[in-house]
């Protein structure tokens, strides 16, 4: 045993000046090294197919955050926050860059396009939003999102239309092949950026070239982009950091409170999802620890977010999808029009069985249901709670699309409340039939609803404790 400790004690003296304030409070004889697991940090996360309210959740819980992270996607993701009836878009940028009083930080599991974020800081900057480039921090193991790799977006679903007759849908913001780049370790990272600009230069070529070899017809002006890769370099070297490090003496310091705002989707799930119509990160809560380098341990609330109905943007099976009245109802009054793209988002009914399916992987402590207000005119409201196959229900969420494509899906029936519901404040201020559809919800789910959303802005939303 006591060799054991000697060795514990030398690998953690190994790990350098990380350690050395945890060795000095716990003296190698005495005792081992403290398992002080520290503070704890908040997930917010997509429930269903995306666009739930998640940046609207975030900055709710913003205002008092001292960190706000994000840890997978990339600039695919639109999250919009409505502040003094002043809206913001954002994509990249964690929604709390909008609090003047918190830290932004863009983990290492993010894509970076580094033409998008500027341009996204500058828009908001335009807007009013001033200083938000002192209060990021960007994580130098994030790869990066190139033009070409947009450009490749763009070609792979010509290719897939060409192919099968349907393409994914996808934003063309190079999510896609700049996450193949990092899996098949040819993709280039922030930390190659800003390191020798000779070498990221020669490995930035070979990657140029391995697409041409597989995209003829794609061609890339290598120069010009190298010349202004290298001016975004030094716009972004103020702000990098070692990000596992930071995220290290974040969590390990006084209390903090961190948020972690997930994007897309735990549909769009590249393990979870409705594969292959999916986005190409982890969007459920594993990605928040390999997307920042924290350890489970720290992670604390878990807060789904899922629309009192359900939409979805692109391409792929959606089982309570409305190609009727109803689902035009739910996207004109829901203003259902991607952030990103402008696309019209596809409407159908709130389908509990992907939201469980969300709750098995993601633990959720708590739910926002937002966008009740939506509802408000309908005579009666549906809401998917089984699926059937040949008659049978089943108790899973079907891996395969074909088999997901045929299930029938069973639906309890609520009578509408028909009141306007976008002033209610509390509980009590809302119709007795909204409560039931409400508490319908969450008995099914079995995750308590935290708050409810009534309208677009920061004070619509019910606190439910
Ligand atoms: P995100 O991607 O999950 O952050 O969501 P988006 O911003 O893409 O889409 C959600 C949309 O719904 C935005 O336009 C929000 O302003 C709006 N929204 C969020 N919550 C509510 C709500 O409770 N009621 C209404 N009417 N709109 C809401
Ligand atoms: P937020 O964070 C809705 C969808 C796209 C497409 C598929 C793959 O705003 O909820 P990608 O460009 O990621 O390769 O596209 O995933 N998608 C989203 N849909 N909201 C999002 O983000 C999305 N991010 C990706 O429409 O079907
Ligand atoms: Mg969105």
Redesign the pocket.
């Known amino acids: 045993d006591m060799r054991l400790h000697i060795w514990q004690c030398c690998s953690w003296r190994q790990l350098g000046l990380l350690e050395a304030d945890r060795l000095k409070a716990t003296p190698c004889r005495s005792k081992r090294p403290r398992n002080d697991a520290g503070n704890k940090v908040t997930v917010v996360l997509?429930a269903q197919w995306?666009?739930?309210?998640?940046?609207?959740?975030?900055d709710l819980l913003a205002t008092e955050a001292d960190i706000v992270c994000r840890c997978q996607g990339g600039n695919n993701?639109?999250?919009?926050?409505?502040v003094d009836g002043k809206?913001y878009?954002f994509h990249l940028l964690p929604?709390g860059i909008i609090n003047p009083k918190s830290i932004s930080l863009i983990g290492n599991g993010v894509v970076i396009h580094l033409p998008g974020l500027f341009e996204e800081g500058d828009k908001n900057d335009k807007k009013g939003l001033k200083g938000w480039e002192k209060r990021l921090i960007v994580s130098d193991r994030a790869h990066l999102v190139f033009d070409f790799h947009q450009v490749v977006d763009g070609l792979q679903e010509t290719e897939r239309q060409a192919q099968e007759g349907k393409n994914i849908g996808t934003t063309k913001k190079g999510i896609g092949p700049a996450y193949s780049s990092k899996a098949s370790r040819t993709g280039l990272r922030v930390c190659d950026l800003l390191g020798d600009f000779k070498d990221f230069s020669t490995r930035f070529k070979n990657l140029v070239q391995q697409y041409q070899s597989m995209y003829p017809s794609l061609t890339v002006d290598v120069e010009d982009q190298l010349k202004k890769l290298k001016e975004f370099a030094e716009r972004l070297r103020p702000m990098v950091r070692d990000g596992v490090y930071y995220m290290y003496e974040a969590l390990h310091g006084p209390p903090k409170k961190i948020l972690v705002e997930g994007?897309n989707?735990a549909l769009l799930d590249i393990d979870f999802g409705t594969y292959p119509f999916v986005t190409s990160s982890n969007c459920t809560v594993g990605g928040a620890c390999t997307g920042l380098g924290i350890p489970p341990m720290n992670i604390g609330d878990v807060f789904g977010?899922a629309?009192a109905y359900t939409t979805r943007v692109g391409i792929g099976a959606f089982p309570t999808e409305q190609l009727n009245a109803i689902g035009e109802l739910l996207q004109t009054r829901?203003?259902?029009v991607?952030?990103t793209t402008g696309r019209k988002r596809r409407c159908g009914w709130l389908d509990l069985v992907i939201v469980r399916y969300a709750h098995m992987i993601n633990g959720f402590t708590a739910i926002a249901l937002?966008?009740?207000?939506?509802l408000d005119v309908l005579d009666e409201i549906k809401v998917g709670v089984a699926y059937k196959l040949n008659g049978k229900r089943i108790p899973h969420f079907p891996a395969n699309m074909d088999v997901l494509q045929k299930v029938e899906v069973e639906y309890e029936t609520f009578p509408g409340w028909k009141t306007d519901t976008?002033a209610a404040r509390k509980w009590n201020d809302l119709p007795v039939k909204a409560q039931n559809y409400i508490r319908f919800i969450e008995n099914h789910i079995g995750v308590p609803i935290k708050w409810?959303?009534?309208?677009?802005s920061r004070e619509?939303?019910i606190q439910m404790f």
Request: net charge negative; with cysteine; hydrophobic share 35%.
């Open positions: 997509g995306g666009d739930e309210g998640k940046g609207k959740v975030v993701a639109g999250h919009t926050v409505v809206e878009d929604s994007a989707a977010v629309k829901g203003h259902e991607g952030v937002t966008k009740l207000d939506i976008s409810v959303g009534v309208g677009k619509c939303m």
